[in-house]
């Protein structure tokens, strides 16, 4: 394979080298089903606890408060589903918002076709959760308040500790999508008052098709996955111990570097979007320049086709994610793009960049380099774009 330029972190991670080593044992060696009764199993059982108490620590829980699932959205749809099951009697309201991932929104949906009502607030246009707006969406019968931490398409990190007050002021759940939060933004859920979050390894350096969610205890949600007695009877399934294992030391290895590692994406990230603004014309910033992750960018190129520049890019080496929701087979422009007010031409034009710390300075300048050459033909191509030069 030709050398690439990897600038999709938010789509997933390259798995660490840490954490395959940290791996490689559970599939070779201690291969025992953790329920079983003889020692082999006992070392499942010990890794798996381990992980458990390495996650519950970097959050401010309790390990018991952890319950390891297949990803990011299993853990949105037990949330989010057996909350509403589990308190129904209450109420059947429940109030997201409308740049949540399609884990959470598409599950919204189906609980809609059940009978419950879900509001969806409104974002400012930068892609910040509207607080007034939400308040004012909270009613006797609202049972689950579930917004992002942060936003995987433009960034914006959310008011959480604001809606986490607000939810226990008004005594109601409240869960969040963390996937591209954790191990990247420090927290601890006490502090944000959080009830419920989900988390993915694959957004962190970890393995595929492994998250938790953390319940806090005393919440009533049952199990979304029947079967046998795992994860206190909670969530069934024979553990993925590899997976879990590599959780664990995703999660500690974040964890340690967290600073260092976003001090470093938040140059290489600034870097970017300053070249990038000065020397592309018609060209915006989506999300917000602040409160927004240290390792996103995602801008707008006018009278460009986003699926364009993405083939383009691709064929210099280079990995990148466009703001159509081209993983559903439609064209239709990003739901969160739209949601911030862009028109559908400018939100087509779109291009997200997510960065690791292991993306280097002479990796970004290619890559605007490119982008810039790009850029320029797409335009010298566009009918759109000769009209407008036309006009003036
Ligand atoms: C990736 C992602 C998910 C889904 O996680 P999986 O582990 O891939 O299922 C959910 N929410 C957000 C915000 C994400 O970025």
Redesign the pocket.
């Known amino acids: 394979m030709k050398k690439i330029i990897y600038l999709d972190n938010?789509?997933?991670t390259k798995t660490a080298p840490e954490v395959v080593e940290a791996m490689l044992p559970y599939f070779t060696e201690y291969y025992g089903n953790p329920s079983s009764v003889y020692e082999l199993a006992s070392m499942s059982k010990k890794a798996i606890t381990e992980s458990r108490e390495q996650i519950a620590q970097a959050l401010g829980a309790k390990s018991n408060e952890i319950y390891f699932t297949a990803?990011?959205?299993?853990a949105?749809n037990w949330a989010i589903k057996e909350a509403a099951e589990a308190y129904k009697d209450k109420g059947k309201h429940i109030i997201t918002s409308k740049i949540e991932?399609h884990?959470?929104l598409h599950t919204c949906e189906a609980l809609e076709k059940k009978g419950y009502e879900v509001t969806y607030v409104d974002s400012d246009e930068k892609g910040i959760v509207d607080l007034e707006k939400l308040k004012k969406a909270i009613r006797k019968d609202t049972i689950l308040i579930t917004i992002?931490f942060?936003?995987?398409e433009i960034g914006t990190i959310q008011p959480i500790k604001e809606i986490g007050a607000l939810a226990k002021e008004h005594g109601i759940l409240f869960h969040t999508?963390a996937?591209?939060a954790f191990g990247h933004i420090p927290f601890l859920v006490d502090d944000y008052n959080i009830d419920m979050l989900?988390a993915?390894?694959?957004?962190l350096k970890g393995p595929?098709?492994i998250?938790f969610l953390y319940i806090r205890k005393g919440v009533k949600i049952r199990s979304l996955i029947h079967g046998g007695g795992q994860e206190r009877a909670r969530r069934a399934g024979t553990e993925n111990v590899p997976g879990i294992v590599g959780l664990g030391k995703a999660v500690k290895m974040a964890f340690a570097k967290m600073k260092e590692n976003t001090t470093k994406e938040m140059e290489l990230r600034d870097y970017l979007i300053d070249r990038v603004l000065k020397e592309i014309p018609y060209t915006r910033l989506n999300g917000d320049g602040a409160k927004r992750l240290p390792n996103n960018v995602n801008f707008s190129f006018q009278f460009i086709e986003g699926e364009s520049l993405l083939i383009m890019l691709d064929m210099e080496g280079i990995c990148a994610s466009s703001g159509s929701a081209c993983t559903s087979g439609s064209l239709d422009p990003s739901h969160v793009l739209l949601a911030i007010g862009l028109p559908h031409e400018i939100a087509h034009g779109s291009l997200r960049l997510t960065l690791s710390e292991e993306n280097t300075k002479k990796e970004i300048d290619f890559t605007v380099d490119t982008l810039k050459g790009i850029v320029e033909k797409l335009r010298s191509m566009s009918p759109l774009y000769e009209d407008f030069m036309k006009r003036g």
């Open positions: 938010a789509a997933t990803g990011g959205s299993e949105d991932h884990a959470v992002m942060a936003n995987n999508d996937v591209q989900s993915s390894g694959h957004k595929k098709g998250g």
